[in-house]
């Protein structure tokens, strides 16, 4: 039985230092994700403007005449779909499978940060009880010191982690409301396109 235990305490000794590196990796990862969060926050306010122009296009003018490129300028999601349904005329068939590769687009712009949100708490933790045996062996043989170190890598890791976690979900809970208002303006506007279409 010794044996064993001694082996599941090597294994997961063994495995601080892989979790506190990943654990620093999502830290990483996390500040390059607000940064992202930020550039996309500033492009949907210059676009917000044009967004509401084309709405109220849409209501006097056919949706077939519109040029996305004129209308939206710059980079985005919103304007590079409409760019798509203007190649192919707002046809019906082309139409709702472009439709389909925005679900699909959603979701994998969702991937990252509800990875992040995730997989941060659940290292945070690996980091915080890992060490915990260590702090315990050290407390149990009077080295205060060696458990204080312990015990300031756990909390450490716990910090990092949840701060990871709540970047995950602030970031996903930004992209999947904008994700959610492009997609039900593009199917606003392939409806209408079609509306307009059968009533010529």
């Keep these: 039985m010794s044996i064993i235990t001694n082996i599941l305490y090597w294994l997961s000794s063994g495995m601080l ?4 590196i990943t654990l620093l990796i999502a830290f990483a990862f996390s500040l390059m994700m607000i940064g992202d969060l930020y550039g996309h926050f500033a492009q949907r306010m210059k676009n917000r403007q044009h967004v509401t122009v084309l709405l109220e296009r849409v209501e006097s003018e056919s949706v077939q005449s519109i040029e996305p490129d004129h209308v939206l300028p710059g980079n985005s ?16 068939v082309h139409g709702d499978k472009i439709l389909a590769d925005y679900e ?20 945070g933790l690996m980091g915080t009880l890992i060490p915990m045996g260590p702090a315990l062996v050290g407390l149990a043989a009077g080295d205060i010191q060696s458990m204080a170190l312990n015990m300031r890598v756990a909390f450490s890791t716990t910090v990092i982690g949840l701060f990871t976690g709540a970047i995950g979900f602030i970031v996903q809970l930004f992209r999947q409301r904008w994700l959610r208002e492009d997609g039900e303006t593009l199917q606003y506007l392939f409806d209408l396109a079609q509306s307009q279409e059968n009533g010529k």
Excluded: H, Q, T, Y
């Design 17 to 20: 230092v892989p979790v506190i």
């Design 77 to 92: 999601l919103l304007r590079d779909f409409l760019a798509r349904f203007r190649r192919v005329n707002w046809n019906l």
């Design 104 to 123: 699909i687009n959603m979701k994998k712009n969702l991937e990252s940060p509800l990875l992040l949100m995730r997989v941060g708490p659940m290292l």
